[in-house]
């Protein structure tokens, strides 16, 4: 699994709600943006490797439900978080070298610099069964 992180600021850029501090997407960012994961994805679904992605929406539209005898529930965006999960592919390929290879590919994404500098993934392999948990 592929993870892509962001945070409620690299949101707020892509849709022009920036506090200043770092410039806002223009519409050709975004686009290109918008262009650049199309294409990433149709290369693995043609590869046969994509298996599903997916896009999340912006922090503030979470909800954090912490466990106990009666469940806490929490609005986002959180103070305490600077980087949420932003999306993910899960990928099925030939070893974990390849998926990382793979999600290296996406520091080629057009975004503006200050993006740019924030962007990070996690390559995560997923249990099978229980037994590899232990």
Not at 12 to 39: H, I, K, L, T
Not at 46 to 51: C, D, H, K, Q, R
Not at 78 to 83: C, G, I, P, R, S
Not at 98 to 116: G, M, W
């Amino acid at each position: 699994m592929i993870l892509s992180y962001a945070s409620q600021r690299d949101y707020d850029e892509m849709v022009g709600r920036s506090d200043g501090a770092a410039p806002e997407w223009s519409p050709e960012d975004f686009a290109n943006m918008a262009q650049f994961m199309g294409a990433f994805n149709e290369r693995l679904s043609a590869s046969g490797e994509l298996v599903e992605t997916r896009g999340l929406l912006d922090p503030a539209r979470t909800r954090r439900v912490a466990a106990g005898p009666s469940p806490v529930v929490t609005d986002g965006p959180y103070a305490e978080t600077e980087e949420v999960l932003a999306g993910y592919w899960i990928v099925e390929c030939a070893s974990f070298d390849r998926a990382t290879a793979i999600a290296a590919e996406l520091n080629d994404c057009p975004a503006p610099e200050a993006a740019r500098a924030r962007a990070y993934a996690d390559v995560r392999p997923i249990a099978e069964d229980h037994a590899e948990l232990g």
